[in-house]
């Protein structure tokens, strides 16, 4: 009992292990990212490009141009969220596809069609870029 106390308590201690999902609506990849917990953690660029491509190849990027003045928790690729300018604009998808979240730090996710073929809510855990003394994941807010 106590072993299965302690996992519970550094598990919730650690941050948010689903703090990026992604779901297809009507055609188009819905992001909704977490752990934005304030205006050095909101989201200030997303990027998606083909996953596995040399030289990166983008599909859509945008950005926040500015420091963020709110959280921006839900991304539909290819529709600059308000607040956020264009940087590339979206043509068509091509699969699977790279996920590029600037937080507080960069993380990157592949995301491949057959996960979300089926409309589901799918969880992902981001994995950091050049962010070797940073926490793998966004504290829970």
């Known amino acids: 009992m106590l072993l299965l106390l302690v996992c519970a308590l550094v ?3 650690s941050g948010d292990e689903d703090w990026l999902t992604a779901q297809l609506v009507d055609g188009r990849v819905v992001l909704t990212i977490g ?14 490009a083909v996953s596995g491509v040399a030289p990166r190849q983008t599909l859509w990027a945008a950005s926040a141009g500015t420091k963020p003045a ?18 590339t604009r979206l ?6 596809i790279s996920v590029d979240v600037w937080t507080n730090f960069r993380y990157v996710v592949d995301i491949p069609y057959d996960d979300l073929s089926a409309g589901h809510v799918v969880k992902y855990s981001p994995q950091p870029v050049f962010n070797e003394l940073s926490p793998v994941h ?4």
Request: net charge negative; hydrophobic share 35%; charged share 20%.
């Open 35 to 48: 752990g934005q917990c304030d205006e050095d953690s909101y989201l200030s660029r997303v990027d998606v």
């Open 70 to 87: 709110a959280a921006t928790p839900t991304v539909t690729v290819g529709v600059s969220p308000p607040g956020f300018r264009e940087l």
């Open 11 to 13: 598990a919730a201690c």
């Open 138 to 141: 966004p504290a829970r807010c």
């Open 91 to 96: 043509d068509t998808l091509t699969w699977p």
